[in-house]
């Protein structure tokens, strides 16, 4: 997918998608933007406001709020949109919402011919991603989801904190939901080559509790950012522009996302936060890591929560066709 012509539609010009957006901007990372909301007024005053920066960046990028048939030629298109989550609303609720919106979205989307990459960002990630593979019938491996990538860099921050290292040295990954049955495989966790459990064994002032606190933290950092103010958006921004570099760019890179588990790691038909190649074709392939059988339980758990919100929201559908 290397064009000449690096083309994105992302869709819904909230706070997450006008970060991303400004993200794009920032590091140049397409050469064509299209903005698609409900609210076409305010799609066209944020490709303005965009516009009016292009000669403070080193960008060189076409803006401009679009329509569905604006796809046709994209590389890469990004659904931000959804509906937030009304005080009191159950996770069930909020998920036939929004599995109604992407409804709306998805079929003039394909509609219009597109062929390239989905990438979500839109929660719940994991299953608004699986119900992008199933309304589209594309192949999964074009189908990706930010997953959780953004509590993976989150992880990686707070422990080059606590290990006084730049957290791009830290190898490790945060797995399964983007949500509460997220877990860290701390057998997987590197600063540099040196496993960080065995770092805890040979220095006491490296201690295995504060590792768990971490775990509790990156868990609760949304909550946390929310409760504050009121909503997050620049991390997850960022986490759609590197996944989106790393796809214009063909790096093969290894990002944390939302990918379908086909047999790997003893799950299947379920989209779930674990490292991935990421390349121009989307997700080149799972990476399968030497996870413990506790760690590997802990990922059959937080898949099963996954398989059953989304078959709960199955079952809903099927009620009210009745």
């Not at 400004?22 to 005053?45: F, H, M, T």
């Not at 990438?119 to 309304?135: E, G, R, S, W």
Request: charged content about 25%.
């Amino acid at each position: 997918m290397v064009t000449d012509n690096r083309k994105v539609v992302l869709i819904g010009a909230g706070m997450v998608g006008m970060s991303y957006a400004y993200s794009l901007l920032n590091q140049n990372a397409c050469d064509e933007l299209v903005l698609i909301d409900l609210n076409k007024k305010r799609a066209e005053g944020e490709a303005m406001d965009l516009n009016h920066g292009l000669a403070f960046s080193a960008a060189n990028m076409k803006i401009y709020a679009g329509e569905y048939e604006d796809c046709k030629d994209a590389d890469i298109v990004v659904i931000c949109a959804g509906v937030a989550q009304k005080p009191g609303e159950t996770r069930l609720a909020l998920l036939k919402r929004n599995a109604k919106v992407f409804r709306s979205i998805i079929e003039p989307v394909t509609a219009s011919g597109f062929d390239g990459i989905f990438l979500v960002a839109t929660n719940p990630v994991d299953i608004m991603t699986k119900i992008t593979y199933v309304l589209s019938g594309f192949n999964p491996r074009k189908i990706l989801g930010t997953g959780t990538a953004l509590d993976t860099a989150r992880l990686r921050y707070l422990l080059g904190e606590y290990l006084r290292v730049d957290p791009r040295n830290i190898h490790a990954y945060v797995f399964g939901e983007h949500g509460d049955s997220e877990f860290v495989p701390w057998s997987q966790a590197q600063l540099a080559t040196k496993s960080i459990l065995q770092l805890c064994d040979e220095n006491p002032e490296i201690d295995r509790e504060r590792l768990k606190e971490i775990e509790s933290e990156v868990q609760g950092a949304a909550y946390k950012i929310i409760e504050a103010k009121n909503a997050t958006y620049y991390g997850i921004g960022m986490a759609l522009t590197r996944i989106t570099r790393a796809i214009f760019g063909d790096e093969s890179s290894v990002l944390t996302v939302s990918a379908m588990l086909k047999g790997e790691y003893g799950q299947t038909d379920v989209f779930s936060g674990v490292p991935c190649i990421i390349n121009k074709n989307g997700v080149q392939r799972v990476l399968k890591l030497a996870l413990t059988q506790e760690e590997l339980g802990r990922l059959e758990q937080s898949c099963n929560v996954l398989r059953d919100s989304y078959e709960e929201l199955a079952r809903e559908d099927d009620r009210e066709e009745v």
